[in-house]
């Protein structure tokens, strides 16, 4: 708790935060996060009314025209002198009465497609506090500028490392659209064989990492045919050309990695393990 009062305090006095930070928010609601929410909903409204807008003419004008008929219809039987049921009068006077509920339903249609836009307002506010800024027993907390190296640079230091493995054990390993779910990189052995290699970088001293849903079941569903590869990667290490390996970076392999994984429900979208029990039991990539 005292490590959260101090890295609020050191947060709260800082000038960016201080100055109208619901101000800003509003600004960017207005210019940015309004007119698309905007477009959705127009966009929405506009298809939900005009199907309704088909529909209730369609109905309406069927039953009009079947009364403005069976007017005509009574008419001409009631002139040949036979007996009716209903009136003439009364039948035209339904068509009628459809035709003004028809013009009152257009009315009611045309006001629900218009989207009125009211000025956005902050309902809360929330102020996320890296958990590397805290203090732990083992000393320290990191350093804003490592933590920006953590979320900037380990993917792409990562995949490199594992493709440079990949290719030294002989194997022609390519790297995957971002866009691929499920795994980073697709490594061929020279028998023909296929591995899926999911790639987990992280800075020395990480706790944890994230999986996603859709890696977890790649991994079941391509077992043994996949691997989780981790890469501890050193920021402080000199640093190389853009695209090769560092020498200063770690990888193990860890194999059959989500066999006592599970998802809870359908709406689990991620799962956050332990680095370090991940590491323990990876072995060197061969």
Not at 56 to 82: C, I, K, P, Y
Not at 168 to 183: I, M, T
Not at 207 to 218: H, R
Request: charged residues 25%.
């Amino acid at each position: 708790m005292r490590d959260l009062t101090i890295a609020r305090d050191r947060l709260v006095a800082q000038s960016w935060l201080g100055s109208g930070v619901d101000t800003l928010a509003l600004r960017w609601a207005v210019a940015h996060g309004l007119p698309a929410h905007r477009g959705e909903v127009v966009a929405r409204t506009s298809a939900l009314v005009g199907r309704t807008r088909r529909l209730v003419r369609q109905r309406l004008t069927a039953q009009m025209n079947f009364w403005d008929a069976e007017a005509v219809r009574l008419a001409e039987d009631q002139a040949a002198g036979r007996r009716v049921r209903l009136s003439p009068t009364t039948a035209r006077d339904r068509a009628r009465s459809l035709e003004a509920r028809l013009e009152r339903r257009e009315r009611d249609l045309a006001l629900a497609e218009q989207v009125q836009v009211r000025p956005p307002r902050v309902a809360a506010a929330a102020l996320v506090v890296p958990g590397a800024w805290l203090s732990t027993d083992d000393g320290p907390a990191a350093s804003p500028s490592r933590l920006a190296v953590d979320t900037s640079f380990t993917d792409k230091r990562a995949v490199a490392a594992v493709l440079a493995i990949e290719r030294s054990l002989g194997r022609d390993a390519e790297e995957r659209p971002h866009s691929n779910k499920g795994y980073d990189i697709c490594s061929v052995a020279p028998d023909g064989t296929t591995t899926s290699l999911e790639v987990k970088g992280r800075v020395l001293g990480a706790a944890d990492y994230v999986v996603t849903a859709s890696e977890v079941l790649t991994g079941k569903n391509t077992e043994p045919h996949y691997r989780l590869a981790l890469v501890a990667v050193d920021p402080d290490a000199p640093a190389v050309a853009e695209g090769d390996p560092n020498p200063a970076d770690v990888v193990r392999y860890v194999l059959d990695p989500f066999r006592d994984t599970t998802l809870g429900t359908y709406a689990d979208t991620a799962v956050v393990r332990s680095w370090k029990r991940a590491w323990d039991v990876g072995v060197i990539p061969r």
